[in-house]
């Protein structure tokens, strides 16, 4: 079955266990992403040997291979990974390919003027309607209707242990009035979610349990985000998503009205947030889990995480350069057990090498790193919660990790 259980505090933080018909996931933790039903690049035995506990993949991505999926044993047993899984529901996509087509989706301040007006109807590859959404396939123009019970359908069908209910995530440039309108939709959504959960598992009985998290959504508006969380806590929830398009400051009092209002005997997964900052933004404010496909798609463009900040190995400062990404890293690219490391240099020549073999080498070391890098992160702060050190750990870890711009009153 499925269950939750606390097992350390620090005020709205925590440290627990989820319990899924694949195996347990100790949280707080990171989901890697593997939007196709795997992670580009990191096989599933690299996966586990640096500490994966879950991997996330995307409803709407895997739509057409949800029958053979489910005939193959599940998303766990087709990609070969075999540990705990989540599904996305598609909301994503109805914001992605709707009203901010062709945007940047980024909670960057640099980036967040390029989103403050919708993309006009006409370009959009995604119609919103009560029924669901009406997604436009870029490639032949074949239309496909989500609506909650098919996003549910092929969710269960994928055979995720934890799947989310069907949500309107709305963009930074929809008004208020818009947020009103999508929510009430999305609250509508997570009812006929549940209801067709519950028929599926009916229908299915010899298939493992399958939880369902209803998706909070409310931009950065507090009025909307405690009214749908008294809305959705309300409900026969598992857990629940937290979703939303808004600024990075935002953050941690979005979290702050949601948390404070939903039952805290539940799981709470934050979607689509992977920055350090951002991490203890939401262990702070009471999340378990956290996913993104930043740490796989930064590390491609050479990116690379480390305690002082990133570092971008592409700059011509690291050309032959013979030191590792990160000395005190345990990832196989920056440690061996024979002493070896790859270098900065190394790496450098691979991702800009020519020849493709050499790309998909250098993707794939880099890959390795930064995934690492955030789930050794998640280790040290569970153990931080669970040793009573949370507060300290943090202060110190952020005090390296932003130098500078390092707020302690945060």
Same mark, same amino acid.
């Given at each position: 079955?499925?269950?939750?259980?606390?097992?350390?505090?620090?005020?709205?933080?925590?440290?627990?266990?989820?319990?899924?018909?694949?195996?347990?996931?100790?949280?707080?933790?990171?989901?890697?992403?593997?939007?196709?039903?795997?992670?580009?690049?990191?096989?599933?035995?690299?996966?586990?040997?640096?500490?994966?506990?879950?991997?996330?993949?995307?409803?709407?991505?895997?739509?057409?291979?949800?029958?053979?999926?489910?005939?193959?044993?599940?998303?766990?047993?087709?990609?070969?990974?075999?540990?705990?899984?989540?599904?996305?529901?598609?909301?994503?996509?109805?914001?992605?390919?709707?009203?901010?087509?062709?945007?940047?989706?980024?909670?960057?301040?640099?980036?967040?003027?390029?989103?403050?007006?919708?993309?006009?109807?006409?370009?959009?590859?995604?119609?919103?309607?009560?029924?669901?959404?009406?997604?436009?396939?870029?490639?032949?123009?074949?239309?496909?209707?989500?609506?909650?019970? &098919?996003?549910?359908?092929?969710?269960?069908?994928?055979?995720?242990?934890?799947?989310?209910?069907?949500?309107?995530?709305?963009?930074?440039?929809?008004?208020?009035?818009?947020?009103?309108?999508?929510?009430?939709?999305?609250?509508?959504?997570?009812?006929?979610?549940?209801?067709?959960?519950?028929?599926?598992?009916?229908?299915?009985?010899?298939?493992?349990?399958?939880?369902?998290?209803?998706?909070?959504?409310?931009?950065?508006?507090?009025?909307?985000?405690?009214?749908?969380?008294?809305?959705?806590?309300?409900?026969?929830?598992?857990?629940?998503?937290?979703?939303?398009?808004?600024?990075?400051?935002?953050?941690?009092?979005?979290?702050?009205?949601?948390?404070?209002?939903?039952?805290?005997?539940?799981?709470?997964?934050?979607?689509?947030?992977?920055?350090?900052?951002?991490?203890? &933004?939401?262990?702070?404010?009471?999340?378990?889990?956290?996913?993104? &496909?930043?740490?796989?798609?930064?590390?491609?463009?050479?990116?690379?995480?480390?305690?002082?900040?990133?570092?971008?190995?592409?700059?011509?400062?690291?050309?032959?350069?013979?030191?590792?990404?990160?000395?005190?890293?345990?990832?196989?690219?920056?440690?061996?057990?024979?002493?070896?490391?790859?270098?900065?240099?190394?790496?450098?020549?691979?991702?800009?090498?020519?020849?493709?073999?050499?790309?998909?080498?250098?993707?794939?070391?880099?890959?390795?790193?930064?995934?690492?890098?955030?789930?050794?992160?998640?280790?040290?702060?569970?153990?931080?919660?669970?040793?009573?050190?949370?507060?300290?750990?943090?202060?110190?870890?952020?005090?390296?990790?932003?130098?500078?711009?390092?707020?302690?009153?945060?």
């Amino acid at each position: 079955m499925f269950s939750f259980q606390i097992e350390a505090r620090d005020g709205l933080a925590r440290a627990g266990s989820i319990v899924t018909p694949h195996g347990v996931i100790k949280t707080p933790t990171f989901s890697v992403v593997g939007t196709y039903g795997f992670v580009r690049f990191i096989p599933p035995d690299m996966l586990r040997a640096i500490g994966a506990q879950v991997m996330l993949s995307n409803g709407y991505h895997l739509f057409r291979r949800s029958d053979e999926m489910f005939d193959g044993g599940g998303l766990g047993a087709v990609s070969g990974w075999g540990g705990p899984t989540i599904t996305d529901s598609g909301g994503f996509q109805a914001m992605s390919l709707g009203s901010g087509i062709g945007k940047v989706v980024s909670m960057d301040s640099r980036d967040i003027g390029q989103m403050k007006t919708a993309a006009p109807v006409e370009n959009r590859l995604a119609n919103v309607t009560d029924e669901g959404v009406t997604f436009a396939n870029p490639i032949d123009g074949r239309l496909d209707l989500f609506t909650p019970e &098919v996003s549910i359908e092929t969710q269960f069908k994928i055979g995720a242990d934890i799947t989310m209910a069907f949500d309107e995530l709305t963009s930074i440039g929809d008004s208020y009035e818009y947020n009103i309108i999508a929510l009430e939709r999305t609250e509508r959504w997570a009812d006929r979610s549940l209801a067709h959960m519950r028929l599926l598992h009916s229908q299915h009985p010899e298939q493992p349990y399958q939880a369902l998290y209803g998706v909070l959504q409310g931009a950065h508006y507090r009025d909307l985000r405690e009214s749908t969380a008294r809305v959705l806590g309300d409900m026969d929830f598992d857990g629940y998503g937290l979703g939303g398009a808004f600024e990075k400051h935002q953050l941690g009092d979005i979290l702050t009205w949601t948390n404070t209002t939903l039952p805290e005997t539940r799981p709470r997964h934050l979607l689509g947030l992977s920055r350090p900052d951002d991490i203890f &933004v939401g262990v702070v404010n009471g999340i378990d889990t956290f996913d993104c &496909v930043a740490p796989t798609r930064e590390a491609r463009h050479g990116r690379l995480y480390t305690p002082d900040g990133y570092i971008d190995i592409m700059k011509h400062a690291f050309v032959d350069n013979p030191a590792a990404i990160d000395p005190d890293c345990d990832c196989p690219t920056c440690f061996s057990f024979e002493g070896g490391y790859i270098s900065t240099g190394l790496l450098r020549r691979l991702l800009k090498s020519h020849n493709q073999a050499e790309r998909r080498l250098g993707y794939a070391f880099t890959s390795v790193h930064n995934v690492r890098f955030i789930l050794r992160l998640m280790e040290q702060i569970r153990a931080s919660l669970v040793e009573g050190s949370f507060t300290e750990f943090r202060s110190e870890w952020l005090k390296r990790y932003l130098g500078n711009n390092f707020d302690s009153g945060k």
